[in-house]
């Protein structure tokens, strides 16, 4: 029952093991620390960067050139936008070569809301990465896709930009990750014994690695969480789960609600999206970047030119408040994001609105 | 062809390097009057770097992989692409942005070079960007990772963007305690940044004292002068090859036709051309005669004319291309 960052952390121990990775390095990836949120703990081939989000990216790229696959970290989303040249650089060094170089690099970097991290460990990223031609963008919403996700990004040979939604990162899946002990109470303790490092002194400790198995989610494919055919809400990261339970608390009022975890944000599954809209006519985009030039907008733009004719409702987004920042109190965050009141209440309205 | 009594370089390389300039030197000034006659839409290069550019492309290791020279370079290096064998229509089919221009299949800009069987990484407009993957090239290549490794990371960039934070980023990355880095910086220090003075941004008494502060070897030298460049880089490799670490050269060259087009591309008199004063020394040393020398320009220039004329009947890319190679190896519309 590995959570969020154990998934992480057994992913890159598979792809250093299996898939050629030779560096895993950021701010604090290493040791001692293993990572702020500690996804990169007790790895091979870690270590710590300067403090330098340009230099960790002009790093990356350089690597991948060499032919090492490496797999970076930043931070903080909040703290990639200076690094913004490099990243489209990153995404155009095949096409502006005519197809001569490729830059197979993984950015790792945490994401959104949730922990009350303020201005600046609050930021969403997927608006701006999805408008960065050339990388492939995935955000996993649990422990399972969290695991398959990252290792096709690191099989990739293309640069891909693994978003971690922060406020997922310690909750546990209910699918096994392969090779990971039973789902059971012992189970998660085994694991935790195993590849958790212990507080206090680390210099001795070394993990005790499940043999962990390929797996693979496919980048580009989207999966149906709940099957509905009034509405379909579409999702990713931090606000799936929240779909979900919306999802389920609207059945209990005998309405159908389809849920998809979008799960690859460029280049996305509009086969899965289309047909599902195409069934229940309404649809809802759920995310918490800021609702100006969000991505969501763009799918709503796409659902209107190719779909408007089969829509039952006006397409609706849900996303975060467009406002400098998301604020410390709890009352500005909750305010701000969206959170499942915001969810039922928006999907009651389309599912009431008549066309 | 006798001895130089001027130079210790052998008659025979002194007489390689000049063919190199004077043909670089050709190649450049024919895709000036190609933008001039509409038959380009931009030009930047690097005429009145080829003393130290020429010298820089044939000390190269080049090649495919971690034992061959990574290079990292800026827009005004079609003498050291030369210098490593480059074919000169193929900077010609860039300019006039052709479907057969081989580094960006008429996507790019002039001089923003690609060639991957040679290391050459893309060459991008940004400033500095150059500088930051360097280090990750140079981390491939480090003695930690790979302690018999023999090729080495070569960067280039200009004054004026040492002011960008990857030109610092570089100095950092490269010279942390036991993970040195494998780089040969060079900045060509042509005292300009578009139409701004270095004289007017620098506080610094030279740019290689802040490579100096980080603890590597820093020269500044004069990059018009042949014989000294071939030294400065002979040495500066050498020592980057054998020691692992990065070493730091700024060369001083001129700047003979303005920033780009832009700027109008037109002869800038005040600039010193490396050309001529080599000239002058490789007669009076008895390595070429000035008949000799003046026979090769007029070869090159005709050879340059002859090439644009073949490029202007080539394709033009296809429109339908656009959206071939967004991910490697893919082409048409994916979304």
Redesign the interface.
Known sequence: MANMAQAIRMALHYGEENLGV??IFGEDVGPPLGGVFTATQGLRTTWN??L?E??I????????????R?VAEIQFCDYIY?TI??LK?AGN??????????VPMTVMTPVGSGIRGSLYHSHSFDATATHI??W?IVMPSNPLDAYGLLISCMKD??PTMYLKPKALLRVKGDEAIPGEPPLTAEGEKQLRDMIDAPLGDRTKWKPKWPKLADFIVPIGKAKTVRTGSELTIVSYGRTLPLCAMAADQLLKEGRSVEVIDLRTL???D?EALSESIRKTGRVIFVNEETEVTNFGEHLIRRTVDELFYELEARPRLLAGKFTPGVGLADTLEMATQPQLPNIVEMAREVLAERA | MKKSSLTKLDPKLLAQIHDLMVRARALEERMIRMYKQNEGYFWLGGPGEEAFNVPLGLQINKGQ??EHE?L?LHYRSSAILLGMGMEPMDALRQMKNTAT?????G??FVN?Y???KWNV??V?S?IE?Q???????????RKS?RPDCKGI?IVNGGDAGTAE??FA??L??ST?PGEELPILFIVTHNAWGISTAAATQHGEKHIADRARAFGMPAVTINGTDVEESWAAIEEGMKYVREERKPYFIESKVSRLYGHSSASGANRAESEKDPLPEFEAKLEKAGVLTRKEMDEIRERYEVEMREKAAKVKTEPMPDPSSIY??????QRGK??
């Not at chain 1, 990216?57 to 090492?68: C, H, K, P, T």
């Open positions: 030779q560096e960067s300067p330098d340009r230099g990216i002009g790093a990356a790229m350089g690597l991948a050139f060499a032919g090492v490496p200076n040249d490099l650089l060094a095949c096409w502006s070569t005519n197809g001569d170089w490729n031609p050339g492939k040979e293309n460029w280049p996305y509009w | 992989g971690l990574f990292h221009d081989p580094f960006s299949g996507r790019n923003h690609s060639i991957r990484v893309p991008t940004t960007t500088y930051a993957t360097a280090i990750g090239t140079g981390l491939a290549q990772r990371t934070g990857e980023s570089s950092v990355w942390r071939d190679f967004t991910y490697y190896k994916y979304f």
